[in-house]
């Protein structure tokens, strides 16, 4: 079974949460595109855990899982989480984690230019966690990447470094900056990368036998379908593809299709960054909902943007997806509300559109909102439908209808166990 759990929103949906409850099924665990920039959170018997880079599974003893080609990978933020890890009693060894050879790698100078380029851009800025993602992207299109598998070569290795080095600093003496030194470049390189070395190999051919042996693959996503490089709200997206057709292609197995895919949906609608956010809610409206969601980035500790649920951007991200099934997730959030709020269509230059719009129209959308009855009642400990109160049966059914896909899990609180089957 090939399973993709993928993001129906702008990201923070609590896909990490989800992974960890549904790969008790799975053997292996990949991550297939992104490097730290977002994070997930995860909450299980042994403690809270932020995962950057290392996939969910990582806090699974018989899981094996994989950063994959798509990725790419911060080595210092790397060794740091697999330290942290440890140090809270989780083994990591090759057995459990692999890291492909052809994922790029995250160097400082990656960091030094996204925060450089944010801050030539001042005011018009995209809100980038400043994390190195978009000039690693960048250059691995241009060419002028490394590679993990590169690590495994120390003989070629500076070369290849001073040689990019020299179109780099081009760059950066643009932004008045001085010239970035090989040797420092080369050493950052062998102090991080010596630690991932027994962890770096070809997971193509790890993942076809796992297939071929009829193992349990699931691809986890970073972010979601809105924040897509190619079909996301462009340029406030990520650089990469966080869509589920991707996951194959990222992981290392392109030419797989996968089985399933389930959709991760948030019971209201958040959004780190800049860029358009039509059901934003501001005010008193959107404080009590971040503090009751908690909504602060789990990578940057930056205060998320809030709104209610977004019924065409979420009918377009399920759509983007192919979602098969869906998890509907935080919904005991919104048991403070009296009145649930959705945004169930746009305006846009005085005209109704209930369809997700493309390009700049979506710069002039108003949002439309209806109310929908609360439920008034602390729903966490609920475990089976039955116990929901009707109020939310009749918000899950209505969400449900206004996207098209049904909803098969719903999760009420942090923890593994706090989620209610739906079917
Ligand atoms: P991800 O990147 O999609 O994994 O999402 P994040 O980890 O950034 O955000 C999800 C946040 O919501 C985390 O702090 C989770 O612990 C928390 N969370 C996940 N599911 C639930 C839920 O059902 N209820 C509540 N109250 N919190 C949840």
């Known amino acids: 079974m090939l399973t993709a759990v993928v993001g129906i929103n702008w990201g923070d949906e609590g896909k990490g949460r989800m992974v960890d409850l549904l790969s008790a099924e799975y053997d292996v665990i990949c991550r297939y595109q992104g490097g730290n920039n977002a ?35 911060d080595l210092e933020h790397l060794c740091g989480e697999i330290e942290a890890l ?3 009693g989780v083994e990591i060894t090759p057995a459990k984690l692999k890291i492909s050879d052809k994922a790029f790698i995250c160097l400082p100078y990656h960091r030094q230019q996204d925060i450089l380029e944010e801050e030539r851009l001042a005011e018009k800025k995209y809100g980038s966690t400043r994390r190195g993602i978009a000039p690693v992207y960048g250059d691995k299109y241009m060419k002028k990447g490394l590679r993990m598998g590169d690590l495994l070569f120390p003989e070629t290795l500076k070369d290849k470094v001073a040689d990019i080095l020299e179109w780099k600093n081009i760059t950066f003496s643009g932004y008045g900056q001085e010239k970035l030194s090989t040797e420092a470049m080369v050493e950052w390189l062998k102090k991080y990368g010596e630690p991932l070395l027994p962890f770096i190999t070809d997971t193509m051919e790890f993942l076809l036998k796992a297939k071929n042996e009829g193992k349990n693959i699931m691809f986890e996503a970073q972010l979601g379908a809105l924040r897509d490089i190619d079909f996301g709200i462009y340029p406030y997206t990520t650089s990469s593809q966080t869509l589920a057709a991707y996951a194959p292609i990222g992981a290392g197995i392109p030419g797989v299709k ?19 956010f039509t059901a934003e809610l501001f005010g008193e409206e959107a404080a009590m909902l971040r503090e009751a969601g908690a909504e602060y980035g789990a990578a940057t500790g930056r205060p998320r943007r809030v709104g209610g649920f977004d019924i065409p951007a979420s009918v377009y991200g399920v759509k983007l997806q192919g979602a098969d099934t869906l998890a509907l997730t935080k919904l005991d959030v919104l048991s403070y509300l009296d009145k649930i709020p959705v945004c169930v ?22 949002p439309v909102y209806e109310y929908l009855e609360g439920f008034k009642t602390d729903i966490s400990q609920c475990r089976s439908p039955e116990e929901l109160p009707r109020a939310a049966l009749n918000y899950i059914k209505y969400l449900e209808e206004a996207v098209g896909c049904p909803i098969e899990y719903v999760s009420v609180g942090p923890e593994r166990e706090d989620y209610i089957r739906m079917k």
């Not at 089985?259 to 019971?267: E, L, Q, T």
């Not at 846009?348 to 002039?364: A, K, W, Y």
């Open 345 to 366: 269509a746009y305006e846009i230059d005085g005209v109704r559109c209930e369809q997700f719009p493309v390009g700049d129209r979506l710069l002039r959308a108003k």
């Open 258 to 276: 996968l089985d399933r895919v389930i959709g991760i949906m948030k019971a209201y609608s958040s959004c780190v960054g800049e860029g358009p």
């Open 39 to 73: 994070g997930h959170t995860v909450v299980n018997e042994r403690g809270k855990f932020i995962l950057n880079l290392l996939p969910s599974g990582i806090l699974r003893d018989n899981v094996v899982n994989v950063m994959g080609n798509g990725m790419v990978i």
């Open 86 to 88: 440890r140090s809270k």
